[in-house]
């Protein structure tokens, strides 16, 4: 199965807002609230962002949102900042039956 | 807090095996999956499997099966993953990283180690 379909780079100035868009099928994104996004600072561990499509963990910015439109989930920055410059990646739950998640491509979200 | 520790990084050769270690704390062991991806060199995050601490079952996804093995021991709150057959495409980054749910493999990673990283190279 292949991966989830990612934008390769996004850019935005500080205090703009951007969106991630992460494509699958109704495999995975489209079958069920169980996606996911996550951020890569390079030489440190992966932070989740969201949960469960649209849900913050403790301590993660409300600049972060997530939504989904059938196939198709976003991660939503607002107001940008430059530490928000790295890599994101969204997951999602797959019944594809030799897998448990799948991942996107990737990310890089340069901040200008 | 909770959080996974990682063994130090590994160079191998071509057709060897390499172990990577996990050391869970501030929360109970058995009671989260523990899943491993790994990061490639300009690949994707890809998912490689995981362990039930709780019994020791296991999933793997199918590109890995045949080669690599996860296990734990719960005295010392620590998962392993071990891939054979070592070539140089498995050059890449291996986090390990709790499952969501309790006691079910539930559908996203909260907390992350920050990384292993194993090179084979000749």
């Known amino acids: 199965q292949s991966a989830l379909t990612q934008p390769a780079s996004v850019s935005g100035s500080p205090g703009q807002s951007i969106t991630i868009s992460c494509t699958g099928t109704s495999s995975d994104v489209g079958g069920y609230n169980f996606v996911s996004w996550y951020q890569l600072h390079p030489g440190t561990a992966p932070k989740l962002m969201i949960y469960e499509v649209s849900n913050r963990p403790l301590g993660v910015s409300n600049r972060f949102s997530g939504s989904k439109s059938g196939n198709t989930a976003s991660l939503t920055i607002s107001g940008l900042q430059a530490e928000d410059e790295a890599d994101y990646y969204c997951s999602s739950y797959t019944s594809y039956n030799t897998l448990h998640v799948l991942f996107g491509g990737g990310t890089k979200l340069t901040v200008l | 807090q909770a959080q996974v520790v990682q063994s130090g990084a590994e160079v191998k050769r071509p057709g060897a095996s390499v172990k990577v270690s996990c050391k869970a704390s501030g929360y109970t062991f058995t009671g989260y999956y523990m899943y491993w991806v790994r990061h490639a060199p300009g690949q994707g995050l890809e998912w490689m499997g995981w362990i039930n601490p709780n019994g020791g079952g296991t999933k793997y996804a199918m590109k890995f099966q045949g080669r690599v093995t996860m296990t734990r021991d719960s005295s010392i709150s620590t998962a392993y993953m071990e891939l054979s057959r070592l070539r140089s495409d498995d050059t890449a980054v291996y986090y390990c990283?709790?499952?969501?749910?309790?006691?079910?493999?539930?559908?996203?990673?909260?907390?992350w180690g920050k990384g292993t990283t194993v090179t084979v190279s000749s």
């Open positions: 990283a709790r499952g969501s749910g309790y006691y079910y493999a539930g559908y996203y990673m909260d907390v």
